[in-house]
């Protein structure tokens, strides 16, 4: 059975710099999409990067673009996120996602996700 399975979170003061990995194993398939989103206390969850294998488009929302960056590396099934300027706000469970189409860049939306990984941000 597929899993996917995230490292790298941990805490913080503002300005500084985290990067979460994920990787995928057992699947018999390949995944299209793949991208990460966030669970924060009393708010929803919220997609901070995506993006499809087909293609180089990768989707951030305004609340961390130009501060976080996804980056795969294909022959090990990895994805990192990249996350600098860390803000306070930041806070929060982070889970890595994936599925076989992209019908939408928020990948709280798709079907395979990890454990999730804390990250903590202190001001």
């Known amino acids: 059975q597929g899993r996917l399975v995230e490292s790298g979170g941990g805490s913080v003061q503002a300005g500084g710099s985290l990067r979460l990995s994920c990787t995928a194993s057992?699947?018999?398939?390949?995944?299209?999409?793949w991208g990460w989103f966030r669970q924060t206390p009393g708010e929803e969850r919220e997609g901070v990067a995506a993006?499809?294998?087909?293609?180089?488009?990768?989707y951030y929302p305004d609340s961390v673009k130009g501060r976080f960056t996804v980056s795969p590396e294909y022959p090990q099934n990895t994805v990192y996120l990249q996350m600098d300027n860390l803000k306070p706000e930041d806070t929060g469970v982070y889970y890595c996602?994936?599925?076989?189409?992209?019908?939408?860049?928020?990948?709280?939306?798709?079907?395979?996700r990890g454990q999730g990984t804390q990250v903590t941000v202190s001001s």
């Open positions: 996602a994936a599925d076989v189409s992209c019908q939408t860049w928020n990948p709280s939306h798709w079907s395979h």
């Open positions: 057992g699947y018999s398939y390949k995944m299209k999409c």
């Open positions: 993006f499809g294998t087909s293609g180089g488009y990768k």
